[in-house]
């Protein structure tokens, strides 16, 4: 049986609510579809001791101010989940859990969205689906030849599965440099941490406000046709969040440079030295995960699908939300994610009264 809708959103983390609540206030049938099994999107999976960059009336989503966590100044990931969890509720928007979709496809004039629990047939569809089902694993020579636990950023989850080991984490930005610090700080794990560069740590005074408006400023510089301010990276790769700026200042933090080659138990170094390891966690980022827009060929370079603003070069019916700044400045963000999904409603509801 298929279903008929005004918009399909795919993904029920912070971007596909924060496009729910702009499309009720455009007043049209929409739906959003998400695999997850509960609310919360990635943030559910988290590791233990993750804490938000900025203060909760900083970190929200519109229309609904995040609640402060007592006694904590950046609240933690929990928090994040009962907040998208309240939110979803308190706006009762329209989240399938459970779904997961496929393919989204062109067909008589509309996209055809096709999901494990059937199929929709939608004028327009935002795809919000995120990154942290596609995690980045880089080709290192003798990866395969490792006979120690190999994990992403996605799978940690806190010191004590690695007491008494041996781990080496791979990555300078800031999943690198917090899991580093937490392994550090438990004193039960002998760690070393490496990354492709010499580590760029922010101004401790620094925190998710001041990136924000970074990360704004440099989007309207763009837009207007004003020199590249260089944004966030300009600044440096890794917020010195708490655990970080204390296991840095104890000396805990010495960054090595990447090794050259994995071994069947360790990792040998550009100058010919071995290290014997148990575990290696790969904090190598991520990639937007698109496999369901395929059908649509619209991907460009570095995998990426062309847009002005939130929209689809090649598909005028297709906004993508929340992958990175090219779908809006600072939109992989709770506060930053909000002014898109309001543009991204704003035009579809254009196109559908045209």
């Given at each position: 049986m298929t279903q008929h809708t005004d918009v399909v959103v795919v993904g029920g983390g912070q971007a596909g609510l924060a496009a729910g609540y702009h499309l009720r206030r455009q007043r049209l049938d929409?739906?959003?579809?998400?695999?997850?099994?509960?609310?919360?999107?990635?943030?559910?999976?988290?590791?233990?001791s993750l804490h938000l960059f900025s203060p909760a009336e900083h970190s929200s989503l519109p229309g609904r101010l995040m609640p402060a966590q007592p006694g904590e100044t950046y609240p933690d990931a929990g928090h994040v989940v009962d907040y998208l969890t309240d939110y979803e509720k308190r706006y009762d928007l329209p989240v399938q859990h459970g779904t997961r979709v496929d393919a989204v496809r062109r067909d008589a004039g509309q996209l055809m969205v096709e999901a494990d629990t059937g199929t929709w047939r939608a004028r327009a569809v935002i795809s919000a689906t995120g990154t942290w089902t596609r995690p980045f694993l880089p080709a290192v020579p003798g990866r395969d030849l490792f006979t120690g636990r190999q994990l992403h950023t996605v799978n940690y989850r806190c010191p004590d599965d690695f007491a008494g080991q041996r781990v080496i984490v791979v990555g300078g930005g800031n999943s690198g440099a917090q899991i580093a610090a937490d392994l550090a700080l438990d004193g039960h794990v002998d760690v070393t941490w490496v990354t492709q560069r010499p580590p760029r740590f922010l101004a401790d005074d620094i925190d998710g406000r001041a990136l924000f408006d970074v990360a704004t400023a440099r989007r309207r510089a763009l837009d207007v046709g004003r020199s590249d301010t260089g944004g966030v990276a300009s600044l440096g790769d890794i917020v010195a969040v708490p655990p970080v700026r204390a296991a840095r200042d104890a000396g805990l933090l010495p960054a090595k440079p990447m090794f050259a080659r994995?071994?069947?138990?360790g990792v040998r170094w550009d100058d010919g030295s071995r290290s014997d390891a148990d575990a290696v966690i790969w904090c190598t980022g991520f990639r937007p995960a698109l496999a369901h827009l395929a059908p649509l060929n619209l991907r460009g370079p570095r995998g990426h699908i062309p847009t002005d603003g939130t929209r689809a070069l090649g598909e005028p019916r297709l906004h993508l939300?929340?992958?990175?700044?090219?779908?809006?400045?600072?939109?992989?963000?709770?506060?930053?994610?909000?002014?898109?999904?309001?543009?991204?409603?704003?035009?579809?509801?254009h196109l559908l009264r045209s």
């Open positions: 929409y739906v959003i579809l998400d695999a997850g099994t509960a609310p919360g999107g990635s943030w559910q999976h988290m590791w233990d994995l071994t069947a138990d939300l929340g992958y990175g700044d090219w779908t809006g400045p600072a939109s992989t963000t709770l506060i930053g994610v909000g002014r898109p999904a309001r543009d991204a409603a704003g035009e579809i509801a």
